[in-house]
């Protein structure tokens, strides 16, 4: 049977403790150590990658153990059955917050689902993690309808006649006293290709885990379907010989969501034999990107164009290049000038915006601003509207502090033009 839990950014579980404590939700003691395990193990300090803490311990007077959400979103599926969905912190409730990172995770083009409204999807009954699979499973049957095609595979044989080419040095190492047989290579039109057996394989681990019982009809009659292809062997060595010229465009959806399933296309991965499922989004680089294609679709394209994780400039230039700068994203003129530098901050503010704001954000948002050579940088955060503070000093520097209300990404683009076209006049 399965058990969902939904919890926000910075919320979190306690180990069977019921409690009125905002925020924080009794988990089993059985489903609590096992996702302890889990955190423990996937921030091991003899990690030569950094450690991976999507949610971390602590404890609380007469509470006892407390596990908390850090600031990654997404789910979390265990092979006991157990599914964690953690959703952004805003001010809506569960299931606007479930469509508001669907759109997110659309529009910044992380996941691979191009037509989705979020207006016709029930947020509030179906968690993310069934959405997911649902939307796999539409494009599997598309091309179920379709018939899946067959492809060239490369067999080896050991036959009593020859079919294909000889191979001389396998057939000297394995025939010498079989002169009656000839070991040979040919190509095998067969519905067993890379593309096939890749779908096969995410089908069969869905069905391990997926408990739903209208999803595991869908999984079984598509299993059906397939017949006789086998399951991939090793997906990650299929995924780079899977054909890509027209007649397998229609392979492409869903051999993207089959990098999800299978390998976690997703900018974080979870260890762990418990672990059956993760995909795992840290918040601030959702913000960025879903900023970063909403300035790309909406953005004037013939005054102003975009760069992300712009790399060309350093603080210091002796006695070599230290300290380089990376902003989120800078704002360049139709001749590649730098008009503004704009920085994105995955961070809830107060009605004032100025009392949450960090120093080191400022000091950040005026470094860019000196090495670029552009009268304003800007500061975005997540709103609820579209709001703005300017700060102006007395040697002239100028820092905007923007909320951005995320259901309005035209607008995000419109306010960030009219801060271009007052940089370009300063």
Known sequence: MTRRYTTREYEGFTRGVETNISGLQPLPEKTFDQLERMILLNRAEDDRARPMEFMSLGARARIGKVITARNYVGIVATRDGTEIEILPKTSGAIADERKLLLRMLQIAGEVPFKTFDAAHIDAARIPLLELFVQMFLREVRRIARRGFKSGYTTVEENAPCLRGKLLFAAHIRANSAHQERLYSERDLFSPDCPENRIIKTTLRRLRRFSRAPAVSRDLQTLLAVMGTVPESPNPQRDFPRCSRGRPWECYGPVLDWCRVFLSGRSFANLRGEETALALLFPMQTVFERYVAACLRRYLDAGK???????????????????????????????????VTVLDTKWKRLSGTLLRDVSQGDIYQALAYQ????????ALLYPGAENRAVSLTSRNGNR?????????????????TEKLCDACAKS
Not at 317 to 336: A, C, E, H, M, W
Not at 403 to 415: F, N, R, S
């Open 399 to 415: 820092v905007q502090i923007r909320l951005v209300d995320l259901w309005k990404p035209e607008e995000i683009a419109e306010e």
């Open 304 to 338: 102003y164009a975009l760069r992300a994780q712009d790399t060309g400039h350093w603080l210091f230039d002796t006695p070599s290049d230290q300290f380089q700068l990376r902003p989120d994203l800078v704002i360049v003129d139709k001749n590649g000038q730098p």
């Open 370 to 377: 000196r090495e670029y050579g552009v009268p304003w940088s």
